[in-house]
């Protein structure tokens, strides 16, 4: 499909989801859009990477709310389904506790009943008033109010009774704790905010309509991995016109009279925009991109206070066996739960018990690994660099401690069958993603670090500069980076 260009060139700092859409929407929109992206490859957290025959996507790997994605196909002229192959995952995934019950999450409300009743009998009607509470606070806090611009106070003094009706000021821990008194059953209806960064503990419980949202539409993984994924979005936004440039760092946003007028590159060239739209975490973008600028909102004292979400611990890993009998997606939960997150978030100390995300990918897509063998990838949430934890003296003992808890659970004889094996720290989302203290998620999603009172779309600092990605409104996880790409609909001018 032919596009007509523009003489407004818009440049897009960061090539995570976040900035992919924004660009395919920029360019849908008659935008001349040039993406700079300071590492060898598109993506963002979402890269890839191989070793040994085995294909590892670094970051995301759960696929919900599809018709994001559908969106921005068709705003290139293109076919999202004829294109990209995503497979419905049913159940989504396996939750297994410390005493080995497990829970498996589906859609399907009577055989999450049959579980339930298996569990714990007494929380069977809790479940279906949980879900309903979550169906409504999906319907304001999803449908309503993701893609929606909170850049003016008015807009959140709208939304105020919703979010008093919808006791948003309570956490997801003690919103699930309502409804269900069995604590594996708080635990597994409590721990979605993990998935973008968050504390259940403190989560607005407006994050509970996450559990609804994968009822919704389902989740999903795709085919390839969600590497596919940021290749198709590049390929679209080369269709359109635009370009995608690698191994292209920024050093700073360029200003003219309080107006974003391009980029510094940091090999010193400078590249002219009508529009500069930043996918670099939020804090990051007002401390370093816009260093010397002097601040209205997010000024350095501002800054200091934010809270910033948790770290992760990565060890990604080949296997020559298979474990059919592992899911795709396993939770595999430590003896502690609230405990352990008070150790993570508060403490901020490395605890000797953890929680886990265990991901199979060729439990779907065999392609991933050699014949024969397995593709993983094992998950910790770990304290921030706000924590005192030397991780160049604990990451192999961490992995070593993973790797023993892998083979208790779910994977006997783990060490003797490695092939592939590297860890990312939290050290390497600092150095790697320029996360601010390594947080994995930018900033926390608290009650006052949301909507209105996170780091605005339309930057709130300089005209001509927008924000995409998990730093601002509406949040992290890749429905929210989508979603604040489709804001920026509302908030750039037309050309």
């Not at 979402?46 to 995301?60: L, Q, W």
């Not at 973008?196 to 994050?207: C, D, F, K, M, V």
Request: charge should be negative.
């Amino acid at each position: 499909m032919a596009h007509k260009q523009c003489s407004k060139h818009a440049v897009v700092i960061g090539s995570g989801f976040g900035g992919l859409a924004a660009a395919v929407r920029l360019g849908a929109r008659g935008y001349r859009v040039s993406v700079f992206e300071a590492l060898d490859s598109p993506g963002g957290k979402a890269t890839v990477e191989t070793m040994d025959g085995h294909v590892f996507d670094m970051g995301p790997t759960i696929i919900t709310a599809p018709f994001l994605f559908e969106e921005l196909w068709s705003l290139a002229g293109r076919s999202f389904n004829e294109e990209i192959d995503l497979v419905s995952l049913d159940p989504f995934y396996r939750i297994q506790f410390h005493d080995g019950s497990v829970l498996d999450c589906s859609a399907d409300a009577a055989f999450m009943r049959a579980q339930i009743q298996q569990l714990a009998p007494a929380d069977v009607a809790g479940y279906d008033r949980f879900l309903e509470k979550s169906r409504a606070i999906f319907e304001i806090g999803f449908e309503e109010l993701a893609h929606r611009s909170f850049d003016k106070f008015a807009h959140m003094v709208k939304v105020v009774p919703d979010l008093v009706r919808l006791r948003s000021e309570q956490s997801v821990y003690k919103m699930a704790s309502r409804f269900f008194s069995d604590e594996r059953l708080r635990i597994a209806f409590s721990f979605h905010p993990l998935l973008i960064g968050g504390n259940p503990l403190s989560t607005t419980s407006i994050y509970s309509l996450i559990a609804f949202l994968e009822r919704q539409w389902g989740v999903h993984f795709v085919m390839g991995g969600t590497g596919r994924l940021v290749q198709g979005l590049v390929d679209l936004i080369t269709s359109q016109g635009g370009a995608v440039h690698l191994n292209s760092p920024v050093a700073s946003i360029d200003t003219v009279a309080g107006r974003a007028s391009g980029v510094t590159l940091a090999d010193g060239s400078r590249v002219q925009a009508d529009v500069v739209v930043s996918n670099v975490d939020s804090i990051a973008t007002y401390e370093s991109l816009l260093g010397d600028l002097n601040k209205r909102r997010w000024h350095k004292r501002r800054v200091q206070r934010a809270q910033l979400s948790m770290s992760l611990f990565v060890w990604y890993f080949g296997t020559d066996r298979q474990y059919e009998d592992v899911p795709h997606h396993l939770m595999l939960m430590g003896p502690r739960y609230t405990g352990l997150l008070q150790d993570i978030f508060k403490h901020r100390q490395l605890a000797s018990d953890f929680s886990l995300y265990l991901h199979r990918p060729t439990a779907t897509d065999t392609s991933l690994a050699p014949p024969g063998r397995e593709t993983f990838y094992v998950l910790s949430p770990v304290p921030n660099l706000l924590g005192n934890v030397d991780w160049m003296q604990q990451a192999e003992r961490y992995r070593q401690a993973i790797c023993t808890r892998l083979q208790e659970a779910v994977l006997p004889d783990l060490e003797a069958h490695l092939t592939a094996s590297f860890v990312m720290t939290p050290q390497d989302f600092a150095s790697r993603y320029g996360a601010p203290q390594g947080a994995a998620f930018g900033l926390a999603p608290e009650f006052w670090q949301s909507a209105w009172f996170r780091p605005h779309n339309r930057s709130e600092e300089i005209e001509g500069l927008y924000l995409v990605g998990a730093g601002t409104h509406p949040g992290a996880g890749v429905p929210g980076v989508l979603s604040s790409a489709r804001v920026l609909d509302e908030v750039v001018d037309n050309v």
